[in-house]
Nanobody, 124 residues
Framework: QVQLVESGGGLVQAGGSLRLSCAAS????????MAWFRQAPRKEREFVAR????????YYSDSVKGRFTISRDNAKNTVYLQMNSLKPEDTAVYYC?????????????????WGQGTQVTVSS
């Protein structure tokens, strides 16, 4: 089993920044990639960004490209999501996810492990 714990959410004004963290434990070595998803009220869970543990290659959704940066610290088994130039439409619960494949996956049901989520609220 892999356990994922997110932190770093909060309330921020539009144009501000937040950094989310996701600490992985358990059989984290069995996962190949980590991702962030988000889910706003009455909407489906949406892919945000993804990174491979090995090599660190990244992939972003068009809605966050250029504003968000995903990174990882292999020694700490932790993935980060730096969010800049935040907009009210970025308001959502942000989830960390892990998967045991190096393929680029953007659909939530294809991920194996999930954190509990952290709320991000951007005020206008």
């Amino acid at each position: 089993q892999v356990q994922l714990v997110e932190s770093g959410g909060g309330l921020v004004q539009a144009g501000g920044s937040l950094r989310l963290s996701c600490a992985a434990s358990g059989r984290a070595f069995s996962t190949y990639a980590m991702a962030w998803f988000r889910q706003a009220p009455r909407k489906e869970r949406e892919f945000v960004a993804r990174i491979r543990w090995s090599g660190g290659s990244t992939y972003y959704s068009d809605s966050v490209k250029g504003r968000f940066t995903i990174s990882r610290d292999n020694a700490k088994n932790t993935v980060y999501l730096q969010m800049n130039s935040l907009k009210p439409e970025d308001t959502a619960v942000y989830y960390c996810a892990a998967v045991g494949t190096s393929d680029i996956l953007v659909v939530a049901r294809e991920y194996d492990y999930w954190g509990q989520g952290t709320q991000v609220t951007v005020s206008s």
